[in-house]
């Protein structure tokens, strides 16, 4: 059993400073996701970048794009940021002031149909020289317009991998230079064919893979019910590909419909599974120790979120998410000094 951290204070007569993140890092809305990207609790999505988030159908592609917004939109710290959720699919039917609250009509909505067209309003935001964060959802939902001459011609060969290499090698280098943030959102697709490797895929070729700084994908793990109706999911987020920390973590977190990501759940649920918490196999409580005593997981989330303690456990899971880190690192000598 871990000891409880002193959140308020460092030493006697001393205040310990909460870190909130790093000026290089966007917050992805997950404490877990932020964790697993860049071993951040605050941030974890890099500036200056495209990352691709890929998923399987109800994985909850679409509630992380609105989570990153969100957490932007109530810090004044992105308060320079400009916001655009590029809906290609012409789907989202959120109740997106009910789930994530006022002043979300600061995202500025629009709906792209071509590769040319989504091409053209990044790089309209990049003459602008006004940092922004851009989603794209899907991907898969964009053609090209010689694509859609090729359909009416009958012919049978790719054009989008082609187009899709070459309008991301342009807009990269652009992006790092106003510090913003690209979102590609991509649909899993099986992988026909493959006996041994990879049996999901997705769409564009190899041109997310290669200019993806972070690549992570989403996958629908269980379904949450209560009183037999599914009320939410229980999605495992796994890196692979990660250019900040060069680590491919997985981390498991929940997405209730009516609510959205579950944060504080999902990191209770973290603290069990890694053993700093212990909840005995036939008991429904949760030995805390000094940090919340012993309390089931219902009343816990509900403390946690009545009395605003959520900055309390998020500091107590990064703590031991340092740890577990500190315990797999390779303590070796350095072969270069």
């Not at 964790?35 to 592609?61: Q, W």
Request: aromatic fraction near 8%; charge should be positive; charged fraction near 35%.
């Amino acid at each position: 059993m871990r000891k409880s951290i002193d959140i308020g204070a460092g030493g006697k007569g001393e205040k310990k400073v909460v870190p909130k993140g790093r000026a290089d890092l966007l917050p992805t809305g997950s404490t877990l996701l932020n964790l697993a990207l860049s071993d951040n609790a605050y941030g974890g999505y890099a500036k200056g970048t495209l990352i691709n988030m890929v998923g399987d159908s109800s994985a909850g592609k679409t509630f992380l794009a609105w989570h990153l917004f969100a957490e932007m939109v109530h810090d004044k710290k992105f308060k320079d940021y400009k916001l655009i959720y590029d809906d290609a699919e012409r789907k989202l039917k959120l109740n997106i002031y009910k789930l994530f609250g006022n002043g979300m009509d600061r995202v500025e909505r629009i709906s792209s149909d071509y590769m040319e067209e989504f091409d053209q309003n990044v790089r309209k935001l990049l003459k602008e020289k006004q940092p922004f964060v851009y989603a794209i959802d899907s991907f898969d939902a964009l053609t090209d317009k010689a694509e859609k001459a090729k359909e009416e011609l009958k012919r049978d060969y790719p054009l989008k991998p082609r187009l899709a290499a070459e309008m991301f090698r342009k807009i990269c280098g652009d992006l790092e230079k106003q510090d913003s943030l690209l979102v590609v959102v991509s649909q899993t697709r099986d992988n026909i064919g493959i006996t041994f490797g990879e049996t999901k895929t997705r769409s564009g070729g190899r041109a997310l893979r290669f200019h993806a700084m972070q690549e992570f994908w989403l996958a629908v793990k269980g379904h949450i019910k209560r009183k037999g109706k599914e009320v939410g999911v229980s999605v495992v987020g796994k890196a692979k590909k990660n250019h900040l920390t060069g680590k491919l973590r997985a981390i498991t977190f929940d997405i209730l419909y009516d609510y959205g990501l579950d944060n504080i759940g999902s990191l209770v649920d973290w603290m069990v599974l890694e053993g700093f918490w212990k909840k005995p196999e036939k008991l429904q409580t949760i030995d805390t120790g000094d940090d919340f005593g012993s309390i089931t997981k219902d009343k816990l989330v509900k403390l946690i979120d009545s009395e605003e303690r959520e900055s309390e456990l998020i500091e107590i899971v990064a703590e031991c998410w340092r740890k577990v880190e500190n315990e797999i690192r390779t303590d070796r000598r350095p072969r270069y000094l």
